[in-house]
């Protein structure tokens, strides 16, 4: 599809030719990756962040109880997604120096040693070196989404470092990490070729988003070759520049990406269409805004992954990214089963094995 196209179906209003993309995207999904649902348990091992991202509910600014994980209650969570039958772990955390490349070396050999779980990392902007140095401890994964293509836009949701360290970590400089290195672009390249199944993905909505850009955002999906795409709507967080309205970066009311449910089963469609054997999410935030059947749907129009939560549930109501997250209160057995009693409702059933991309 070329990018007019895409724009054209992202502005589409139509449910019956809607109807028709999902049943072509349900078709591809089916073809391509199989009726197998991928489960990822997630782990949530630090929610302190050295940024100032303006939309983001864990941002330094942001006055909330902060902790981390020790080795030992992420090592205890593994073990758990082992007992429940998934075949990945995902530990994500907000940029925290001090989770360190030791520290998170060490628990991927001791989950490689012991177990037979895919290793994905969700920790941010971090150096080649630790890069590097997690690839060559075994991790087989890393998501890093770009959240849109539109440069202008990028940078001014994402602002320079917190100066106050009032979320006890060092500074991103000690990393080496200055101001112009901050491009994810770059980053999902150098994660390519280190041997890393690569994710990336986007937000739908965000203030001064265009159709336009976000159709470049898919295009840029096959272009990076991703094995993974998350894709999810952005939801206003009032304590955030972003939410509050304090940062208000103003297109055209026409031109603007609503934010919600029908703009994300349009664009996981056309990201399964145009990237057919990609792992593509149900993400959290879709099903923040539809409790009810988000996910399923998500599934049933492109989406063959979700990612269960399994941080414990002390931690899990403090991973606050964006109010009334789903699942906040729910332990992770509730999550398992929950999931699989949602899976099977569509049809469809849980995958075996590592899932990586075939
Ligand atoms: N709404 C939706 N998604 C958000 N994320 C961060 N803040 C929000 C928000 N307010 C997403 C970003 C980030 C991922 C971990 O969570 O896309 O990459
Ligand atoms: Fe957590 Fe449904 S997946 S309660």
Same mark, same amino acid.
């Given at each position: 599809m070329r990018i007019e196209e895409i724009e054209f179906w992202l502005r589409e209003q139509n449910a019956q030719k809607l109807a028709e993309l999902y049943k072509n995207a349900d078709l591809i999904r089916k073809e391509n990756v199989g009726d197998a649902v991928h489960l990822r348990g997630l782990i949530e091992?630090?929610? &302190?962040?050295?940024? =100032?991202? =303006? &939309? #983001?509910?864990?941002?330094?600014d942001q006055s909330i109880t902060r902790y981390r994980m020790s080795h030992d209650e992420i090592i205890k969570c593994a073990k758990e997604a082992v007992e429940f039958g998934y075949g990945t772990v995902v530990l994500q955390a907000g @940029?925290? *120096?001090?989770? !360190?490349q030791d520290f998170i070396a060490k628990i991927i050999k001791e989950i490689k040693v012991e177990t037979d779980l895919a290793v994905t990392l969700s920790l941010g902007e971090r150096s080649f070196d630790e890069l590097k140095a997690w690839k060559m401890a075994g991790a087989d994964r890393y998501l890093l989404r770009f @959240? !849109?293509?539109?440069k202008k836009l990028f940078n001014l949701i994402h602002p320079a470092d917190c100066s106050a360290s009032s979320c006890d970590s060092t500074p991103t400089s000690s990393r080496g990490l200055t101001a112009g290195s901050r491009d994810r672009i770059a980053i999902l390249k150098e994660l390519k070729q280190l041997g890393y199944e690569t994710g990336s993905g986007v937000m739908l909505g965000i203030p001064g988003q265009t159709y336009q850009s976000l159709a470049n955002d898919i295009i840029l999906f096959t272009k990076l070759d991703l094995d993974m795409i998350g894709i999810g709507p952005y939801i206003k967080d009032p304590n955030t520049p972003l939410g509050s309205g304090a940062l208000a970066p103003y297109v055209n009311a026409e031109d603007q990406v609503p934010s919600g449910e029908n703009i994300t089963y349009k664009a996981v469609a056309l990201t399964r269409i145009m990237r057919p054997d990609a792992n593509i999410p149900a993400t959290s935030a879709l099903a923040t805004i539809n409790k009810a059947n988000g996910r399923e749907l998500a599934l049933m129009r492109g989406a063959n992954v979700v990612m269960p939560n399994l941080t414990p549930l002390q931690y899990r109501q403090h &991973? !606050?990214?964006? *109010?009334?997250? =789903? #699942?906040?209160? @729910? !332990?992770a057995d509730m999550c398992k089963d929950c999931l699989a009693a949602r899976i099977a409702t569509i049809g469809r059933t849980i995958g075996k094995g590592q899932g990586g991309r075939k």
């Amino acid at each position: 599809m070329r990018i007019e196209e895409i724009e054209f179906w992202l502005r589409e209003q139509n449910a019956q030719k809607l109807a028709e993309l999902y049943k072509n995207a349900d078709l591809i999904r089916k073809e391509n990756v199989g009726d197998a649902v991928h489960l990822r348990g997630l782990i949530e091992i630090s929610n &302190y962040c050295t940024r =100032a991202c =303006a &939309y #983001c509910g864990l941002n330094c600014d942001q006055s909330i109880t902060r902790y981390r994980m020790s080795h030992d209650e992420i090592i205890k969570c593994a073990k758990e997604a082992v007992e429940f039958g998934y075949g990945t772990v995902v530990l994500q955390a907000g @940029e925290d *120096p001090r989770v !360190t490349q030791d520290f998170i070396a060490k628990i991927i050999k001791e989950i490689k040693v012991e177990t037979d779980l895919a290793v994905t990392l969700s920790l941010g902007e971090r150096s080649f070196d630790e890069l590097k140095a997690w690839k060559m401890a075994g991790a087989d994964r890393y998501l890093l989404r770009f @959240e !849109t293509s539109d440069k202008k836009l990028f940078n001014l949701i994402h602002p320079a470092d917190c100066s106050a360290s009032s979320c006890d970590s060092t500074p991103t400089s000690s990393r080496g990490l200055t101001a112009g290195s901050r491009d994810r672009i770059a980053i999902l390249k150098e994660l390519k070729q280190l041997g890393y199944e690569t994710g990336s993905g986007v937000m739908l909505g965000i203030p001064g988003q265009t159709y336009q850009s976000l159709a470049n955002d898919i295009i840029l999906f096959t272009k990076l070759d991703l094995d993974m795409i998350g894709i999810g709507p952005y939801i206003k967080d009032p304590n955030t520049p972003l939410g509050s309205g304090a940062l208000a970066p103003y297109v055209n009311a026409e031109d603007q990406v609503p934010s919600g449910e029908n703009i994300t089963y349009k664009a996981v469609a056309l990201t399964r269409i145009m990237r057919p054997d990609a792992n593509i999410p149900a993400t959290s935030a879709l099903a923040t805004i539809n409790k009810a059947n988000g996910r399923e749907l998500a599934l049933m129009r492109g989406a063959n992954v979700v990612m269960p939560n399994l941080t414990p549930l002390q931690y899990r109501q403090h &991973y !606050t990214i964006y *109010p009334d997250k =789903a #699942c906040i209160n @729910e !332990t992770a057995d509730m999550c398992k089963d929950c999931l699989a009693a949602r899976i099977a409702t569509i049809g469809r059933t849980i995958g075996k094995g590592q899932g990586g991309r075939k």
